[in-house]
């Protein structure tokens, strides 16, 4: 295995950072907007030989993230120094969840038997998959569970109980402390790149494929609350992770031309977005954003809502649309240089995010004015930045985690 390698090309004085004393939850806020107040404003990067699908996790001075290589990290955010690894034998492409003494994450692939279709997957993930707790401050392994499909998705800690929707169709709820395993709930909808949502302080979000479908369900006992379906031939509904407000709750997905098929990749697909009411599920809009070609992994963009709109990539062209959350109606939409189907931050008003064509770009929120695109010659995927203070932390697909200043990201012009 090739040695991690790490650059530190520039560190401010006195950085600061206000980090949170958990991170419970993909994104950290339903809102899906990672950005974390402060004044840290450094540069480094650190090479290593796995790519990033997670997005990175940052609490009490430590950010921590794992790559497909199976390497997990512990990292000081200001200098790009390497606290502590563990080493997985499956990638780990959940985001790190921080809750007490502990920092949990999914093991998991994202392979399916041969015969399986994108919205017919029998089930995700070859063994080993599991849910793995490891000491926050050493890296010590303190719980394992291990999972019947893949642990890709991420989990949330709803009411006090770490809940999860595995790649074998199945949601469980476990004590966050022990591991110890609370209840089963076989969904019959398989769950991929999405990750557990949590809508109230009882009751989570989640979504799967195969019984296409999007769930609320009570953390407490795994009892659904409501179940809202899509068309059987849809796909990429597992790979979104949604984002809500007290109103909705909003993902993507795609649509094959036709409906005799089920949607298949590196085929012609329909983009779609859709809203769903926050207390009965039942569907609020559901609009075609763009055709194009249905990748053969990760199906779905990751959605931000700011500034009373929802912004998301798109999985099948290099896109970026602002949308109207009461209607779906595109408010502003521009063209990148590669498909974006990771997160994006805001940060006063300016949306940061990587394109699969290897760019970072910092856009206006309000109108969607370019304000500045840096080539960084590696491609980003959906392994999702984070703001820290001033500065941007991103994995890329080529093994690359970077952090950037958010200066240089808008002031360069790398068109």
């Not at 993909?26 to 404003?41: I, Q, V």
């Not at 790649?167 to 999405?194: N, T």
């Not at 109230?200 to 369900?217: D, E, K, L, Q």
């Amino acid at each position: 295995m090739r040695a991690i390698a790490v650059a530190a090309l520039l560190v401010a004085a006195a950085p600061t950072v206000s980090s949170p004393p958990a991170w419970t939850q993909f994104r950290l806020h339903n809102d899906g907007n990672a950005a974390l107040p402060g004044t840290l404003n450094v540069s480094w990067r650190i090479t290593t030989n796995g790519g990033f699908s997670s997005s990175p996790s940052l609490v009490d001075g430590t950010l921590y993230i794992g790559n497909n290589a199976g390497q997990f990290l512990a990292i000081d955010p200001s200098t790009g120094k390497i606290k502590w690894t563990y080493k997985l034998a499956n990638p780990i492409m959940s985001a790190p969840i921080v809750y007490a003494s502990d920092v949990v994450v999914g093991e998991g692939n994202e392979n399916s038997p041969a015969s399986a279709t994108p919205s017919q997957p029998v089930h995700v993930g070859d063994p080993p998959n599991a849910l793995v707790a490891l000491n926050r401050e050493n890296g010590t392994l303190e719980w394992r569970l291990n999972l019947p499909g893949t642990g890709m998705p991420t989990p949330a800690i709803v009411a006090g109980v770490l809940v999860h929707h595995n790649g074998f169709g199945s949601v469980i709820g476990l004590d966050p402390l022990s591991g110890i395993k609370i209840y089963e709930r076989s969904l019959h909808s398989i769950a991929s790149m999405s990750a557990a949502l949590p809508i109230s302080s009882a009751t989570f979000v989640t979504a799967g494929v195969g019984m296409n479908a999007v769930w609320a369900i009570r953390a407490k006992d795994g009892a659904v609350v409501w179940r809202s379906t899509f068309s059987r031939v849809a796909s990429g509904i597992g790979d979104c992770p949604p984002v809500a407000d007290a109103r909705r709750v909003y993902c993507d997905y795609a649509m094959p031309p036709t409906s005799a098929v089920p949607a298949q990749t590196e085929r012609n697909s329909h983009f779609r977005a859709y809203a769903l009411d926050v207390r009965t599920g039942r569907k609020q809009w559901d609009v075609l954003l763009e055709n194009g070609v249905l990748p053969k992994r990760n199906e779905a963009a990751i959605p931000l809502l700011a500034r009373n709109t929802l912004f998301l990539g798109s999985s099948v062209a290099a896109t970026v649309h602002a949308l109207d959350p009461a209607n779906g109606q595109i408010k502003w939409r521009i063209n990148t240089h590669g498909p974006v189907k990771g997160g994006i931050v805001d940060v006063d008003g300016t949306l940061y995010f990587g394109d699969l064509g290897g760019y970072l770009w910092a856009v206006s929120a309000a109108g969607g004015q370019v304000l500045g695109v840096k080539n960084m010659r590696t491609p980003f995927n959906v392994g999702s930045p984070i703001a820290a203070g001033q500065t941007l932390m991103i994995g890329s697909r080529g093994g690359t985690l970077w952090a950037v200043p958010l200066v240089t990201i808008r002031s360069a012009h790398d068109r």
